[in-house]
């Protein structure tokens, strides 16, 4: 199955699992993958803003019903709470439309809001402006990321295997050094 044939079967579906996961890079890859034509782009940012969005909300909520005792049982969640606690009395409305983009943040923030009471209706509009704001960024770079190659190198064509690689091995190496700084501290 050739490179074109596998993004063109799987890719929707690898951006569904991936940005409900975290999925910074898949949304990249998902965007350049749609700048080569394997994909359509609306369709790219569409189903990545469902599933963050629809990520956010669960975690809200599951945060509403059980975030103290979760936190409690997890004692490495609890300990990164600090600093999301420490943002959201200062910067409530910027916190929830920009946990996304803190890098490790994304899965205690929603928790934290949930149990810290922030009103549903208010995390709901702020999450789905939030999830717009980030799927935009994260496909539209990595679209223009295929234009901008493209104007520079040509026909990239012949370098594509390799750019998706490097573009996945880049994203797995920042999610490395990330957990192995947040082990150290």
């Not at 898949?26 to 629809?54: E, K, N, P, Q």
């Not at 409305?93 to 205690?108: A, D, K, P, S």
């Amino acid at each position: 199955m050739s490179l074109e044939e596998l993004i063109s079967t799987y890719g929707y579906f690898a951006i569904a699992i991936g940005t409900f996961l975290e999925g910074e890079t898949v949304l990249f890859l998902g965007g350049f993958s749609a700048h080569r034509g394997y994909l359509d782009l609306s369709w790219v940012l569409v189903i990545a803003f469902v599933a963050t969005s629809l990520n956010g909300q669960i975690l809200y909520y599951l945060g509403e019903l059980k975030g103290e005792r979760f936190l409690e049982k997890n004692p490495g969640l609890k300990n990164r709470s600090g600093k999301a606690l420490a943002l959201l009395s200062r910067h409530r409305i910027l916190l929830i439309l920009g946990f996304r983009f803190l890098y490790g943040m994304r899965t205690v923030t929603p928790l934290l809001l949930g149990a810290g009471k922030v009103p549903p209706i208010q995390f709901l509009i702020l999450n789905l402006l939030g999830a717009f704001i980030w799927t935009t960024t994260f496909g539209v770079m990595g679209y223009l990321f295929g234009h901008t190659l493209e104007r520079v190198i040509g026909d990239i064509q012949h370098y594509e295997t390799w750019l998706f690689a490097g573009i996945a091995i880049t994203g797995a190496v920042a999610w490395l050094i990330h957990i192995v700084a947040r082990r150290r501290r």
